[in-house]
């Protein structure tokens, strides 16, 4: 069994998350803060809540620095879980925890926002955790912001609602989906599968 965190900015019921990688075969707890010693193989950011009071969790409720407490352990985040892997966001005025460079930004208003429903992936370059994910697999969104990297080299999947929303990216030890894998049937299994591999070697 593989040992894993997810870490709760307070927002909402992060149980279907903790029951998916539950039933992947990982061992899960919930944490709130990055002060404890770092016994785990992986963590997670989930996708539930706003930009600034997420990374204000982050950073006032820890004495331990994200970074160090990460290391080199492998770190998925999910929607806005991915979106803090980047400088900043149009949603608020916090800076981002930085380890991917390029900002958040809202979706066109030609979109309808937020973009909520399956779409399907566009498979752009091998990724780890897209190992065994076909090209055009359906994935479950919902969100409102998409990232915009400064080199398009970290992303390994794509979706199109009209414009390329970057669905997936990859960059050292950090993962992120725009979509939920936790609610994302067969693919979003899958690609759990493929997180927790990362964290057990």
Known sequence: MVSVAIFDYGAGNI???K???EKVGATVDVITTFDNQNTYSGLLLPGVGNFDPAMNSVRNYSKVEFRDYVGSMPVLGICLGMEMFFEKSEEGKEKGLDVIDGEVIVLPPSMKVPHMGWNDLEIKKPGKIL????DGSWAYFVHSYRVKPKSNDVITAESDYGIKVPAV???ENFFGTQFHPEKSSIVGKIMLE???KECKK
């Open 19 to 21: 029951n998916s990688l």
């Open 194 to 196: 493929n997180f927790l």
């Open 169 to 171: 990216v990859e960059y």
């Open 131 to 134: 190992e065994g994910v076909k």
């Open 15 to 17: 149980f279907s998350l």
